[in-house]
Nanobody, 126 residues
Framework: QVQAVETGGGSVQAGGSLRLSCVVS????????WGWFREAPGKEREAVAGIYLSGGGTVYAESVKGRFKISQDISKQSVYLEMNSLTPEDSARYHC???????????????????WGVGTLVTVSS
């Protein structure tokens, strides 16, 4: 059974940084890409970043480009999200997920979700 466990969330002030980590256990040989999405009260679920296991190609939401960086360590079955220049608008629960496709626009990983974890909470104060 494939499971994802996220860590690294917390409370920071605006302008601060956090690094989220996710370990995916179980067989991931059929996984095409994985990444992060976030959920905040009163807001739509938003795909934040995705990365392809083969080749390492990445995609980012426009709202985080230039501030967030996704990376992976396939040998550890782990994916990471480095978040810099955080703003209160980044406050959300961040979930790690596997997906069949990681794109942009109408084709973000949210549309092609495989499994995802319970998430880790990020709170950014002004």
């Amino acid at each position: 059974q494939v499971q994802a466990v996220e860590t690294g969330g917390g409370s920071v002030q605006a302008g601060g940084s956090l690094r989220l980590s996710c370990v995916v256990s179980g067989y991931i040989g059929n996984t095409n890409c994985w990444g992060w999405f976030r959920e905040a009260p009163g807001k739509e679920r938003e795909a934040v970043a995705g990365i392809y296991l083969s080749g390492g190609g990445t995609v980012y939401a426009e709202s985080v480009k230039g501030r967030f960086k996704i990376s992976q360590d396939i040998s550890k079955q782990s994916v990471y999200l480095e978040m810099n220049s955080l703003t209160p608008e980044d406050s959300a629960r961040y979930h790690c997920a596997t997906a069949g496709y990681c794109g942009t626009g109408e084709k973000t990983l949210i549309r092609y979700l495989g499994i995802w974890g319970v998430g880790t909470l990020v709170t950014v104060s002004s």
